[in-house]
């Protein structure tokens, strides 16, 4: 049959491969000059930035793809160690190397914090029983039936799967730095840590099964090895092209227009497209979900990134460090509330790539973005204005607390901000990840993988089940390719 996927995000390419490995004969069609989605490349003055992820966790659902056509990843892209996993900085000038396997872990928190030692354990094991249930048995099946989430019920239930991000985690750890520790990773897909179900929890041991990695040459060398991977395998892909709209005759998709008025006809859609977005302008105006059912939904927050190289290097600096404000809920509040303001004392996320792979910048510098979580664009912010009040915050946060002497030596900045989310990936709200992880959007109430508004759609990337980041929207492929699979 023939397969056309909307958008090359990592979720879009994945799923083109798994059907592509189904006998399918596919072609991704991208809005952008350039394939990854959120994980483009900015190659300027000598750097290389990646402009998304680049902390790869679950590496075996990438090794997955290179085997489903008898290759092995290894051979294509090499995957590095990182060490520390991150470091996380707090405001009174204290910080914690987070990683590694359970004893270390153990004796980190131990030397941190010896009233939590016991604590960590016990949230070890509650966060490994989550693993089993949230990842293993229900991430890997699609949730596009009320049953099978009923049948989940129970176990998560008795999990406390359903409570707080924080307040889980708060059950056995007491240190408030530690608490923030152990939750802040929940910001890395999008989500508010006290409003966030305790069920991503299990993102700890799912950093802990497969360790956590940084691709060699940067997550652009998997996203071209997974082209080279497709075009050695005849899939086609075509850059510079937006889908305007899927094409549904007597309930079946039948293909896609594009906006230059081309039609691409098709037996199969897979929309990588923003999931809220192929529901709310891509399909045809009768099967369109409403406007102000779409408005119900809790977008999660903006980004703020950016990119910049040094003409020196910070030797000290961890590849992924995290510099915690002097607030924790109040910081969160003022992003995810309704009266939503741009952050006067934000939390950062540096990456400085150049610690593990030097050959990302010129000769004795360095290559690093710096991310801030900020309100996505149901908030009231004027980014053209925003933008550079917020470049000159980071700037100076960042040479207070890390990079000393960093207004003199940048070279070679840009910045992504909500309104470029929005333009550039067509992400509604200008979201980072799509719709937030909160309990009523999660598993069946995210969106399905399977289409019902019409046969032979089918739906992959951060918005559906299981979420955002790569190993949910690779997951998400995944479950893609079994429906294919079941369908044919
Ligand atoms: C700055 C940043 C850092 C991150 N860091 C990490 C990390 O370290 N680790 C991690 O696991 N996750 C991280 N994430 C999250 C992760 O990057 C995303 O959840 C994931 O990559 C999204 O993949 P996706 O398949 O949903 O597609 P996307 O990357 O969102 O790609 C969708 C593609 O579809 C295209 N498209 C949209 N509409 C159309 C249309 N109508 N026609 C044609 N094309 C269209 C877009 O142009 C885009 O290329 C990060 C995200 C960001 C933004």
Same mark, same amino acid.
């Given at each position: 049959m023939r397969v056309v996927v909307i958008g090359s995000g990592f979720g879009g390419l994945a799923a083109a491969l798994r059907a592509r490995a189904l006998g399918h004969g596919v072609t991704i069609l991208e809005?952008?000059?350039?394939?990854?989605?959120?994980a483009r490349v900015f190659r300027r003055d000598g750097f290389v930035f990646d402009a998304g992820p680049t902390v790869i966790t679950a590496p075996d659902l990438f090794d997955e793809l290179w085997a489903l056509f008898g290759e092995r990843r290894a051979d294509h892209v090499a995957f590095l160690p990182v060490t520390p996993w991150y470091r996380i900085g707090f405001a009174d000038g204290n910080s914690f190397d987070y990683g590694g396997d359970l004893e270390e872990m153990r004796a980190k928190v131990a030397s941190f914090s010896p009233g939590d030692e016991a604590g960590f354990l016990r949230l070890s094991a509650r966060t490994r029983d989550l693993y089993a249930v949230g990842y293993l048995a229900l991430g890997t099946v699609p949730f596009h039936r009320l049953s099978t989430m009923l049948r989940a019920v129970p176990a998560l239930l008795r999990l406390g799967a359903w409570r707080s991000l924080y307040r889980f985690v708060s059950r056995d750890i007491k240190n408030e730095s530690l608490r923030r520790v152990f939750t802040l990773q929940m910001l890395l897909i999008g989500g508010h840590p006290f409003r966030s $179900?305790?069920?991503?929890?299990l993102i700890q041991q799912l950093e802990r099964e497969g360790g956590l990695w940084f691709a060699a040459g940067g997550t652009v060398s998997l996203v071209e090895g997974l082209v080279a991977l497709g075009r050695r395998h005849d899939i086609g892909l075509r850059t510079g092209c937006t889908v305007s709209g899927i094409l549904v005759e007597r309930g079946r998709t039948s293909g896609v227009r594009l906006e230059s008025g081309e039609i691409v006809p098709a037996d199969i859609v897979i929309a990588n497209a923003d999931a809220p977005m192929v529901h709310g302008t891509l399909l045809p105006p009768p099967l369109r979900r409403s406007a102000a059912r779409l408005d119900r939904q809790q977008a999660s927050m903006g980004l703020f990134v950016l990119y910049f190289g040094t003409t020196r290097r910070y030797e000290s600096i961890a590849h992924h460090t995290i510099l915690l404000g002097r607030q924790y809920r109040a910081l969160l509040d003022e992003i995810?509330?309704?009266?939503?303001?741009? $952050?006067?004392?934000p939390s950062l996320y540096l990456h400085r790539p150049t610690a593990t792979d030097p050959s990302l910048a010129p000769p004795g510098q360095d290559a690093f973005y710096v991310l801030a979580p900020v309100p996505n664009l149901r908030a009231p912010i004027d980014w053209s204005v925003a933008g550079p009040v917020m470049r000159d915050r980071v700037v100076a946060m960042l040479s207070a607390r890390a990079l000393p002497g960093l207004e003199s030596c940048i070279v070679s900045e840009s910045t992504l901000t909500p309104a470029d989310f929005a333009h550039d990936y067509l992400s509604r709200d200008g979201a980072g990840f799509s719709i937030a992880p909160i309990l009523r959007q999660?598993?069946?109430?995210?969106?399905?993988?399977?289409?019902?508004?019409?046969?032979?759609l089918y739906l992959v990337g951060a918005g559906t089940h299981p979420g955002a980041g790569v190993p949910g929207v690779l997951t998400s492929a995944k479950l893609v390719g079994t429906l294919l699979a079941e369908a044919a």
């Open positions: 809005r952008l000059d350039q394939p990854g989605g959120r $179900p305790a069920l991503y929890a995810f509330g309704s009266d939503a303001v741009l $952050p006067e004392d999660s598993a069946f109430f995210r969106f399905h993988n399977r289409c019902k508004a019409a046969d032979g």
